[in-house]
């Protein structure tokens, strides 16, 4: 019989609150890890849900998490990084610490969640931890499953929320002319992906990126979530030099709302490549952005239009 019990770290963020919710309907038991874990909202008394208090820069905390398991699912994040917690130190070496931790207590599945365009030659200190952190992951556990999902939406995500925020401007500014293409994918398919890869028999190593149906230009996506509001917003390009002067002088402060890495981000393509596996060898039809919207972004928890 094998063991049930999956380690979400991150349990608590966007896509790990989706994970566990979908493991728990498949009928998982779940360990949540966080540094500050809590229960869902929809949680019950008698669901098969625990708790266990882990930083994954921290080894015994790692340890304890995975006492037991059967299969564990990284989905920490880190996306600003500031003296109290570095891109190495989760990205890297704290991936590279739960894939050797759970080698050595046998751990049968790892799931280590990354991004698409992870690149080791990378302008992004972001985007250089991502790749040598996968590379961390499949040297010390060499059979997990690496996982890229182009940009999150759902409800109560912070991308549409976002994008909501803008059209509340005069004037939306864009990255460049707004032509990068993204592939935003549901967190629930992304979820429900994670699901099959654990039930399943993937070969070693392999990599999963993960994106919607519908391959979309950032301004295109601004444009349908103006309409979707019933707004009316002029977009106005703003070359990435400027862009990123912004985001230099964001950088003194203690919460930049944006950063260097996210410019970069904004400045390529972030959609499924070749030669890897997708949510079509999952047997997955992801939904699309344009249908989710309703559910995903309700009107009537927008601001009435001034
Ligand atoms: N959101 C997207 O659009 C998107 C797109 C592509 C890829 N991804 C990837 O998907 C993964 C999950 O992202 P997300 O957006 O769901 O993240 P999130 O909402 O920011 O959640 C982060 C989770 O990590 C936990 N965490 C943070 N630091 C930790 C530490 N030192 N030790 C243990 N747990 C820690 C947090 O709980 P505590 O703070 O309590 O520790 C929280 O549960 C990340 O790898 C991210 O890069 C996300």
């Known amino acids: 019989m094998p063991n049930d019990l999956v380690t979400v770290f991150g349990g608590t963020g966007f896509l790990g609150r989706a994970v566990v919710h ?159 293409r993204l592939q935003p994918v549901h967190v629930a398919d992304v979820a429900r992906a994670v699901v099959r890869l654990l039930g399943g028999n993937p070969p070693h190593g392999r990599i999963y990126e993960l994106g919607g149906p519908d391959i979309i230009r950032y301004r295109d996506i601004l444009n349908l979530v103006l309409k979707h509001l019933e707004r009316s917003r002029p977009l106005l390009p703003v070359p990435y030099p400027l862009w990123h002067l912004v985001a230099l002088l964001a950088s003194v402060l203690p919460n930049p709302p944006l950063t260097r890495d996210q410019v970069i981000l904004m400045q390529q393509d972030n959609c499924v490549g070749k030669a890897v596996g997708t949510f079509a060898e999952l047997g997955i039809a992801p939904r699309a952005l344009r249908e989710s919207l309703p559910k995903c972004l309700p009107r009537s928890a927008e601001a009435p239009e001034r």
């Open 22 to 180: 979908e493991l728990v309907n498949a009928g998982h038991a779940v360990r949540i890890a966080a540094r500050q874990p809590t229960l869902p909202a929809w949680a019950e008394a008698g669901d098969p849900l625990s708790l266990v208090s882990a930083d994954i820069r921290d080894e015994a905390s790692v340890a304890d998490a995975l006492d037991g398991a059967g299969s564990v699912v990284n989905a920490v994040s880190l996306y600003v990084q500031g003296r109290q917690a570095r891109f190495d130190g989760i990205h890297v070496a704290g991936a590279g610490r739960l894939a050797r931790l759970a080698m050595a207590a046998g751990i049968q599945r790892l799931i280590h969640v990354s991004g698409i365009g992870s690149d080791s030659r990378s302008p992004s200190a972001y985007v250089r931890a991502r790749a040598r952190g996968e590379a961390e992951v499949i040297a010390a556990f060499p059979k997990a499953v690496i996982l890229r999902p182009s940009v999150l939406f759902g409800p109560g995500g912070a991308f549409l929320s976002t994008l909501a925020g803008l059209t509340r401007l005069p004037v939306i500014p864009l990255f460049g002319r707004g032509e990068a």
